[in-house]
C-alpha cells in the first residue's frame, strides 16, 4: 500500500489549493479515504472522509462550506480542495486509508496572512 500526497504549497489568505493523493498497492474503489491534518503543537485532526464510492462524504466544523474531498476511482485517487483558505488551515495534511490505518507522508499547506 502507498499513499502518495502532493499540491501543498503556499497561499494567501483566501486563496484556494487543490491537494491529491494518489494511491496504490490496493483496490482503491473499496476503501473509503479520509484526510488529516496536523499543525505544529497540535494533535491531527480529522478534516474530511469519504466513503469508497464517493456517496458519502463528512467534514470538520472548522472546514464545512471552504473544503470538498472527492475521489477519482479510475485514478485511485483521493482529493481536498480547500477554498477561503485561512491561516489556521497551516498543518501538514495527510491522506489515510483507515481500513489498516495507512498514511501517507503527508504535503505542507502554509496559508500567510
Known amino acids: 500500500v502507498q499513499l502518495v500526497e502532493s499540491g501543498g504549497g503556499l497561499v494567501q489568505a483566501g486563496g484556494s489549493l487543490t491537494l491529491s493523493c494518489a494511491a496504490s498497492?490496493?483496490?482503491?474503489?473499496?476503501?473509503?479515504m479520509n484526510w488529516y491534518r496536523q499543525a505544529p503543537g497540535k494533535e491531527r485532526e480529522l478534516v474530511a472522509g469519504?466513503?469508497?464510492?464517493?456517496?458519502?462524504?463528512n467534514y470538520a466544523d472548522s472546514v464545512k462550506g471552504r473544503f470538498t474531498i472527492s475521489r477519482d476511482n479510475t485514478k485511485s485517487t483521493v482529493y481536498l480542495r480547500m477554498n477561503s483558505l485561512k491561516p489556521e488551515d497551516t498543518a501538514v495534511y495527510y491522506c489515510?486509508?483507515?481500513?489498516?490505518?495507512?498514511w501517507g507522508q503527508g504535503t505542507q499547506v502554509t496559508v500567510s496572512s
Open positions: 489515510q486509508r483507515p481500513r489498516n490505518n495507512y
Open positions: 469519504i466513503s469508497s464510492v464517493g456517496g458519502t462524504t
Open positions: 498497492g490496493f483496490t482503491f474503489s473499496s476503501y473509503a
